[in-house]
């Protein structure tokens, strides 16, 4: 493993929450609010229906859900 995995992996694992600026803090809530937007309103268009459709018949189960689907 490279040395920039490594270090990816190290920071990934070790840091908390409150280790982080809060400028950092600030700026992942956005993008995580950002980021449930967009999958909410993706959820509800034509290509969101052929995705859960193929998703359904190629890995259909009880192990997983799509996230947002009714």
């Keep these: 493993m490279g040395a ?3 270090h990816a992996i190290d920071f990934t694992l ?3 929450w409150a280790d982080l600026p809060e400028t950092v803090q600030h700026q992942a809530k ?3 609010m950002d980021a449930l937007g ?8 034509p290509v969101a ?4 459709k193929t998703a359904l018949a190629q890995y259909g ?3 997983a859900t799509i ?3 009714n």
């Design 67 to 69: 996230l947002v689907s």
């Design 61 to 63: 189960g009880s192990q």
């Design 4 to 6: 920039l995995t490594s």
């Design 14 to 16: 070790n840091t908390r």
């Design 49 to 52: 229906e052929i995705m859960r």
């Design 30 to 32: 956005r993008c995580l």
């Design 38 to 45: 967009a999958l909410i309103a993706g959820s509800q268009t």
